[in-house]
């Protein structure tokens, strides 16, 4: 259930004493950034602040995040679990979300490996904000501003370098030229105003498709 304000009183806080866990997870990557603990109080804030702020049991009042770092957390959005007694909240840092200045308050290795594989979803950011920024020798700026043919043309020969590692090659080669090729597909997505979000609806769309027809036909004779 996504909560809103309108939802707020839908929600059991009596069961933890008036505080609810909220788990909180990036918005692009899917990594579980932290727990930290809510009152009514403190979801109606992060709702109207559109930044995550939590109850501070050691200091005895709400507290948003980042008030003293300035790592806020920016609200995406708020879901209750089925007992609507647990509150995932989806956000987008502004820095390390530990104090200890990790990416995480478990550390700064992906904790699985979804994670590593959502780490797209993060470079897409990078490419977009290159593009706005256009900072000084910027390779992914000046290749965009030469426009999608050229793009195309890089695509074209990252494939083939990739091919050709694939038969000639060592892993490692391989895996390089690989990652050269899906950098310049998103930039060429880009280019065209395609996200990679798209391209996977795609495939999950291709995928549910095979996997109903796999389930309607009947068994061979």
Not at 56 to 65: A, F, Y
Request: glycine share 10%; aromatic share 4%.
């Amino acid at each position: 259930m996504n909560v809103t304000l309108n939802e707020l009183e839908g929600l059991d806080f009596d069961k933890g004493g008036g505080l609810v866990p909220a788990i909180v997870q990036h918005a692009d990557t899917g990594a579980v950034l932290m727990l930290g603990y809510m009152n009514r109080e403190a979801v109606r804030e992060t709702l109207e602040r559109q930044r995550v702020v939590f109850y501070s049991r050691s200091k005895g009042r709400l507290w948003e995040k980042g008030e003293t770092s300035g790592n806020t957390l920016d609200l995406e959005s708020i879901r209750a679990d089925c007992d609507r007694d647990t509150l995932l909240v989806i956000a987008r840092p502004r820095g390390p979300v530990c104090h200890l200045g990790t990416a995480t308050c478990f550390g700064d290795e992906p904790l699985t490996p979804a994670e590593r594989i959502a780490f797209l979803n993060a470079l897409e950011g990078v490419i977009e904000q290159r593009i706005a920024d256009r900072p000084e020798g910027s390779y992914t700026a000046r290749l965009y501003s030469r426009g999608p043919t050229r793009i195309a043309q890089k695509v074209g020969e990252e494939g083939l370098e990739v091919a050709l590692a694939a038969v000639a090659e060592s892993d490692d080669k391989l895996v390089g030229e690989a990652a050269d090729l899906i950098f310049h597909l998103l930039l060429l997505l880009r280019s065209r105003g395609i996200g990679l979000e798209r391209v996977v609806r795609e495939l999950e769309s291709r995928h549910a498709g095979r996997t109903s027809t796999a389930r309607t036909s009947p068994p061979a004779a």
